[in-house]
């Protein structure tokens, strides 16, 4: 078995990052790069730590930064197997398991996250190339099965429908200040839209054995 790995089989180690090149200010662009690939994890992990940071220090001074370890097998087609997530201090919190078929079990854990945030919570996240500011409006349901069990609902921007179903590894705590209207805002929308579902579980548990509302609830 490769050191580290989660299959018998050759993988590299690819060392990503998402970083802001000027002060953060939603919404702010990121920028992205490749920092090196290396043989295992524990050599790519190393390279994340304090004393290997003098080899990449160009990113020292961003205000927003993360990094993606990404297990790729070598010779397949499709060869994602496993991406690693971890803060701005090259601290781990997380990870994602790709469906691999043939590179092993198949069956592994898909995701592997703590519920970091819960309802109400004002929390910056990813949406392609931008970091944006928002309100957790709902958190992943209980069930291990759900398509959904690693989203949140967050309720962001200025339009009243701006709302955005969001991967648990792209979200964290804000790393810059919202002015005081905008934070007003937010939990003015976060207070409606709690009315609005806890309205529509009501007309949901009365009626109908559906239950797409968990999401949101």
Same mark, same amino acid.
């Given at each position: *078995?490769?050191d580290? &790995?989660?299959?018998?089989?050759? +993988?590299?180690?690819?060392i990503? *990052?998402?970083?802001?090149t000027?002060?953060?200010?939603y919404?702010?662009?990121?920028?992205?790069?490749?920092?090196?690939?290396f +043989?295992?994890l524990?050599?790519? #992990?190393s390279?994340?730590?304090?004393?290997? $940071?003098?080899y990449?220090?160009f %990113?020292e !001074? $961003?205000p927003?930064?993360?990094?993606?370890?990404? #297990?790729?097998a070598l010779?397949?087609f499709?060869?994602?197997?496993r991406?690693?997530?971890?803060?701005?201090?090259?601290?781990?919190?997380? #990870?994602?398991?790709? #469906?691999?078929?043939?590179?092993?079990?198949?069956?592994?854990?898909? *995701?592997?996250f703590?519920?970091?945030f819960?309802?109400? !919570?004002?929390? @910056?996240?990813? !949406?392609?190339?931008?970091l944006?500011?928002g309100?957790?409006?709902?958190?992943?349901?209980?069930k291990n099965? &759900?398509?959904?069990?690693?989203?949140?609902?967050? %309720?962001?921007?200025? $339009?009243?429908?701006?709302?955005?179903?969001?991967?648990s590894?792209?979200i964290?705590? %804000?790393?810059?200040?919202?002015?005081?209207?905008?934070s007003k805002?937010l939990?003015?929308?976060?207070k409606?839209?709690?009315?609005?579902?806890s309205? %529509? $579980?009501?007309e949901? !548990?009365?009626?109908?054995?559906? +239950?797409?509302?968990?999401?949101? @609830?």
């Amino acid at each position: *078995m490769k050191d580290n &790995s989660v299959l018998s089989n050759n +993988t590299a180690f690819l060392i990503r *990052m998402k970083y802001s090149t000027n002060k953060i200010k939603y919404p702010a662009r990121l920028h992205g790069g490749t920092l090196g690939i290396f +043989t295992n994890l524990k050599r790519a #992990e190393s390279f994340l730590s304090v004393k290997e $940071k003098k080899y990449y220090n160009f %990113l020292e !001074d $961003k205000p927003f930064k993360i990094y993606e370890i990404e #297990e790729i097998a070598l010779n397949y087609f499709w060869n994602f197997v496993r991406t690693r997530f971890y803060d701005h201090n090259g601290q781990f919190y997380g #990870e994602h398991n790709w #469906e691999h078929g043939n590179f092993g079990d198949g069956n592994v854990e898909s *995701m592997n996250f703590d519920c970091r945030f819960k309802k109400g !919570d004002v929390v @910056e996240f990813i !949406d392609g190339t931008i970091l944006r500011s928002g309100i957790i409006a709902g958190v992943p349901p209980d069930k291990n099965t &759900s398509p959904f069990r690693d989203y949140y609902i967050i %309720l962001h921007g200025l $339009k009243e429908y701006s709302c955005q179903r969001v991967v648990s590894f792209n979200i964290f705590p %804000l790393s810059a200040k919202i002015s005081t209207q905008y934070s007003k805002r937010l939990l003015e929308r976060f207070k409606k839209e709690y009315k609005k579902v806890s309205k %529509l $579980k009501k007309e949901i !548990d009365k009626n109908s054995d559906n +239950t797409t509302y968990r999401i949101i @609830e």
